[in-house]
């Protein structure tokens, strides 16, 4: 019988507070035929362990053509599918609520609110910008397209009691706009909405720093730019990426860099916002990636591909852009969030262990002989030990 008692002597001087990544979630858009108007791939959540390598589907939500967003707020995490606002426990991955929000585009939690922005194709809404429960996903309020938002609205951040909504109208060829909204956290009011300039439109992505706002803008696809808003006076810059005939694919902050690739190219770009060059310098990476996404904590560089219809696979680049890993998961994998928890070092124990006992380092490694191993070690799940 495989049994571990463990008496654990703890040391308080000294006790260090540590980051890990505990498990990697994808959400996998699947494939929707819109001509025929079945589901041939339905939507999954996976969930990737990097200590074991161990990716594995959680659950697979039916009923949804496509899936466009997903966050990790404390023990749960929240998926935005379709029609479908959707709560999960974090760690059994049990679905906790459901709620129907037609045209859910992207999600955004600060403090008790679930806010939601809204669009569709060929679909107007008198709501682009809605605030939900984030406890049981019960509908708040909404601000209609008189107070609020006018267009199909896409990606948020917030910052100092403010929450930055993109309105990018991108779903109406030929009128995409360049706004970006801008709304008060404390009274839930609508403030101002700050327009980026005519060759911003089809504001996508959004990044932001203690300082600034970069959006990716992907104008009506027939090129691209980058513009960097400044948070103290709301006054923004626009750089045209160079040489680019369509719109950019994917992109993410990188620490102070922005990694992106123009859609349906093979070739890994960054653009540094500091000297507001217009052209990004390759990093040696080429392959067409469907999602970028960034883990802090390792200074890890997820990067996903996908033929749309028969498979998903996921690179991992560290720091240097070495391939360090990759691993197989659903088709169209559109969003990777990052699972951080804080561990707690302990600087002495003891234990009997059995023969058949199997343990891992903080590497995936299998240690044999825990008792030859370093006396700082990290107790994950209440199952495994890893060591710092």
Request: charged share 20%; glycine share 6%; net charge negative.
């Amino acid at each position: 019988m495989k049994k571990v008692v463990f008496v654990l002597c703890l040391i308080y001087q000294g006790v260090m507070a540590q980051n890990v990544v505990n498990q990697v979630l994808l959400l996998n858009e699947g494939r929707y035929d819109y001509t025929t108007g079945e589901i041939e791939t339905p939507v999954t959540i996976g969930s990737y362990d990097p200590f074991t390598s161990i990716y594995s589907v959680v659950d697979t939500i039916e009923g949804a053509r496509f899936a466009s967003d997903m966050l990790i707020d404390g023990d749960y995490f929240y998926v935005a599918a379709d029609t479908q606002l959707l709560k999960y426990d974090l760690n059994t991955y049990e679905l906790l609520a459901s709620q129907s929000v037609n045209g859910v585009r992207n999600i955004l939690i600060v403090n008790d609110n679930l806010f939601v922005s809204r669009g569709e194709y060929g679909v107007s809404f008198d709501s682009y910008f809605q605030i939900y429960s984030k406890s049981d996903l019960t509908f708040i309020s909404e601000l209609d397209t008189t107070e609020g938002p006018k267009w199909t609205t896409q990606n948020m951040v917030h910052t100092d009691n403010k929450l930055y909504i993109a309105i990018n109208n991108g779903f109406e060829w030929g009128n995409e706009k360049s706004l970006i909204g801008v709304l008060d956290l404390i009274t839930l009011s609508y403030l101002e909405e700050i327009d980026l300039g005519s060759d911003a439109t089809n504001p996508d992505n959004m990044m932001i720093t203690d300082d600034y706002i970069f959006t990716v803008n992907n104008k009506n696809w027939s090129g691209a730019s980058f513009s960097k808003v400044d948070l103290s006076t709301h006054s923004s810059t626009t750089i045209n990426v160079s040489d680019v005939s369509t719109g950019c694919g994917t992109s993410c902050l990188r620490g102070d860099i922005i990694n992106f690739q123009i859609s349906m190219d093979s070739v890994l770009l960054e653009w540094d916002p500091a000297t507001l060059l217009s052209s990004g310098n390759p990093l040696g990476i080429n392959q067409n990636f469907y999602e970028l996404a960034y883990d802090e904590v390792n200074n890890y560089l997820y990067a996903s591909e996908t033929d749309y219809s028969t498979y998903g696979k996921v690179h991992i680049y560290d720091a240097d852009n070495n391939l360090v890993s990759e691993f197989d998961c659903g088709v169209s994998p559109g969003t990777i969030v990052f699972d951080v928890r804080n561990t707690t070092s302990i600087e002495d124990y003891s234990f009997n262990q059995t023969q058949d006992d199997v343990f891992f380092d903080l590497f995936g490694r299998k240690i044999n002989q825990i008792e030859n191993q370093p006396k700082s070690v990290y107790i994950r799940s209440g199952k495994k030990i890893f060591r710092q």
